[in-house]
């Protein structure tokens, strides 16, 4: 079945320092993936997305994301995370046409 | 642009009352979508449409339906409101070309059904 995972319900990180919200997929043939964020009572935001190529891809407010194929991952990162960070994160996978399969959520907590 | 707005912001239904919820684009893309959020369930899709007069079933379509009469509106109908379909509703819309194009989300729509 195709499925997308986000393992980790909330992540915790002092501003400052690293952040990775990982991300992992199961879906045949070669999809497209996405991370949108969510701030509180507001709709999706697009963040960055993997079509091909380069395996690092960068994105919005400094975020970027990498694509392992073989550990059909695509993990978000950030060099150093900001309070303002704090936010709900998806990471989605698009495949077969227009067809879009969202992972459960991932809520970021930035601490100052 | 405005994007994608959606009316009304916050709803309660009791069980068995009708609505309509509204959905607007101003960025002539041709993809629709309809999907609600419930906690710790992420994004499923309910309906989509690819144009006007085009729509089709997503992934949980029971008790709802569309209708895409322009390229700018896609309306989302609940005929018989039940406690299941409490939720947050998002309306998207992407750019006709591709698979790789990212979605547009609207603000959303609160529901309560008691």
């Known amino acids: 079945a195709q499925s997308v995972a986000q393992p980790e319900d909330q992540v915790n990180v002092a501003e400052g320092n690293p952040l990775t919200v990982k991300c992992t997929y199961s879906?045949?043939?070669?999809?497209?993936l996405f991370w949108y964020v969510q701030y509180p009572n507001r709709g999706l935001q697009f963040l960055l997305k993997?079509?091909?190529?380069?395996?690092l891809v960068k994105g919005s407010y400094g975020f970027e994301a990498e694509f392992n194929k073989s550990q059909t991952s695509f993990h978000l990162k950030k060099p150093s995370a900001l309070v303002s960070d704090s936010a709900l994160y998806f990471c989605?996978?698009?495949?077969?046409?227009?067809?879009?399969?969202f992972g459960a959520g991932t809520r970021l907590f930035v601490k100052a | 642009n405005a994007g994608v707005t959606q009316t009304p912001k916050f709803r309660i239904l009791k069980i068995g009352q009708s609505m309509t919820l509204q959905c607007t684009q101003d960025?002539?893309?041709?993809?629709m979508y309809w999907y609600r959020q419930d906690p710790g369930m992420g994004l499923k899709l309910i309906y989509y449409?690819?144009?006007?007069?085009?729509?089709d079933k997503g992934e949980v379509p029971n008790g709802y339906n569309v209708s895409r009469s322009t390229t700018e509106d896609f309306p989302l109908r609940l005929e018989l409101a039940a406690p299941s379909q409490t939720s947050v509703y998002f309306c998207?819309?992407?750019?006709?070309?591709?698979?790789?194009?990212?979605?547009?989300f609207g603000p959303g729509t609160r529901l309560t059904v008691l």
């Open positions: 960025m002539n893309h041709n993809y």
């Open positions: 879906v045949s043939g070669n999809p497209y």
């Open positions: 989605a996978v698009r495949f077969r046409g227009f067809k879009t399969i």
């Open positions: 449409s690819v144009g006007a007069g085009i729509t």
């Open positions: 998207a819309s992407s750019y006709s070309e591709g698979d790789h194009n990212e979605q547009f």
């Open positions: 993997y079509i091909t190529g380069d395996n």
